[in-house]
């Protein structure tokens, strides 16, 4: 079995860790490198409370992510677009989880991605669980035009809406075609419906507490249709980020969602 080396973007944050320590359960998969500007100079795998790795964690992916066939950031929307950049440039393939990327941002990546002839992946979400509830959602609005997005998220989220509502609410709207709701007459506080996206009302909620959770909500004559999922914990997305450092290696463009991946859409 050969194994595929691993870098990863963010290893100081949250999400960062949990892939540190999920990397060191998976036999064909080595972290070999590390990034983060909070944490430079420091053993990835102390930071991520599993004991010495050897792994320095670096500035940024410009200080060596060469060693690496595949990068994994979860960092913050500012640096993102140009760490994807940075890892083609050096023929390196990016799996990507942080969100705040535009549509633009994700035109650029796909020209990038096939100039250079490498995968990206770029999943909004890496929890199964929620690829599921979008491709319900997706389903149910060809028998529900009028539907929702409630998503919440822990207060440090730096964007809103969440990727994962903004993905859900596109794949609603490729299923069901435009469809104009009905607006209130008037917004007593400005906002208070939410943003709309291709006619979908989206509300975000950020609070300390959670951790990432969405629901949508169909509207029908007489009934209603209510789509929920909760990610408890950061595990939670592990094996999507796995399974995705896995594929990129199989792929020469940009696939953007998990959903492509798992169920070919």
């Given amino acids: 079995m050969s194994t595929i080396r691993v870098a990863v973007s963010g290893a100081a944050g949250k999400m960062g860790q949990e892939v540190v320590r999920a990397l060191q359960k998976e036999a064909d998969l080595k972290l070999v490198a590390a990034f983060d500007p909070s944490a430079k100079g420091q053993d990835a795998g102390e930071v991520a409370g599993i004991g010495h790795l050897g792994v320095t964690i670096e500035q940024d992916p410009e200080d060596g992510v060469e060693k690496a066939q595949v990068l994994v950031d979860f960092t913050e929307p500012a640096v993102v677009k140009r760490n994807i950049h940075t890892a083609l440039q050096k023929g390196v393939r990016p799996v990507v989880g942080t969100t705040g990327l535009s549509m633009e941002d994700i035109s650029d990546i796909r020209r990038w991605a096939k100039s250079a002839g490498l995968g990206v992946i ?26 929702e997005i409630i998503e919440l998220h822990h207060d440090q989220k730096k964007d809103a809406p969440s990727g994962t509502a903004i993905k859900t609410a596109q794949m609603m709207a490729e299923a069901r075609g435009q469809v104009v709701q009905q607006q209130v007459s008037e917004e007593k506080l400005g906002g208070v419906r939410g943003g709309v996206l291709e006619g979908i009302n989206i509300h975000s909620v950020r609070l300390p507490g959670l951790i990432a959770h969405q629901e949508v909500i169909f509207g029908g004559s007489g009934q209603l249709l209510t789509l929920r999922h909760d990610s408890t914990s950061r595990e939670s997305f592990m094996p999507g980020v796995m399974l995705a450092i896995r594929k990129v290696l199989e792929v ?14």
Avoid: T
């Fill in 252 to 265: 020469d463009e940009l696939i953007y969602g998990l959903e492509q991946v798992l169920f070919g859409d």
């Fill in 122 to 147: 770029i999943a909004p979400n890496f929890a199964l669980g929620a690829l599921l509830l979008m491709r319900f959602a997706k389903i149910a609005s060809q028998y529900f035009p009028h539907g």
